[in-house]
């Protein structure tokens, strides 16, 4: 299982991936920030978004890697795989702009929703449990961060704490 994380220029229909990160576990989650002035079309910018990520344009064109190189990255490392995200209809969308954008099928790469896939789970061994309980009692004594390297840390740490969880209530 892999999680995957996008920032974005914005929320707009114009808005592009400025970052991505995946990984299978805290250890191999891989980042890159992406120049948006190596691709076409890539100019929508939200002083919004910038509010919730932190990521500067100004950084993007000086430490953003090209866009043609990362999405040939990610389609070796994840096409094929089970691919995961907390928010797949927005991940979905910026996976989609870089990855036609930069020549290749978006259907390659496939993101299911995460939270679908914990819900069942806490269901199987806790039919009264919720999603919502077991994510607030992971947040209590985590902090949310709004960049795409930590989210998918943080993702992955709640998935495991869903795994035990899970493993506590079969016994």
């Known amino acids: 299982m892999y999680i995957?994380?996008?920032?974005?220029?914005?929320?707009?229909?114009?808005?592009?991936?400025?970052?991505?990160?995946?990984?299978?576990?805290?250890?191999?989650?891989?980042?890159?920030?992406?120049?948006?002035?190596?691709?076409?079309?890539?100019t929508d910018?939200?002083?919004?978004?910038?509010?919730?990520?932190?990521?500067?344009?100004?950084?993007?064109?000086?430490?953003?890697?090209?866009?043609?190189?990362?999405?040939?990255?990610?389609v070796r490392d994840l096409?094929?795989?089970?691919?995961?995200?907390?928010?797949?209809?927005?991940?979905?969308?910026?996976?989609?702009r870089l990855l036609s954008d930069t020549g290749y099928d978006p259907s390659l790469i496939r993101i299911k929703n995460?939270?679908?896939?914990?819900?069942?789970?806490?269901?199987?061994h806790s039919p009264r449990k919720k999603f919502n309980d077991v994510f607030e009692e992971f947040t209590s004594k985590k902090s949310i961060h709004h960049r795409a390297g930590s989210d998918v840390k943080w993702l992955l740490e709640f998935v495991e704490f869903v795994k035990e969880l899970d493993k506590k209530m079969s016994n």
């Open 45 to 74: 910018w939200s002083s919004k978004s910038f509010e919730f990520h932190g990521i500067q344009r100004n950084q993007l064109l000086e430490c953003g890697e090209d866009p043609k190189q990362v999405a040939k990255i990610l």
């Open 114 to 124: 995460l939270k679908y896939y914990l819900n069942k789970m806490i269901k199987v």
């Open 79 to 96: 096409a094929g795989k089970s691919v995961y995200s907390d928010e797949p209809r927005f991940d979905n969308m910026w996976k989609d």
């Open 4 to 42: 995957i994380d996008f920032e974005a220029s914005s929320l707009s229909r114009n808005s592009y991936p400025i970052e991505v990160a995946w990984g299978s576990s805290r250890e191999t989650v891989t980042t890159f920030l992406l120049n948006p002035d190596k691709m076409t079309g890539w």
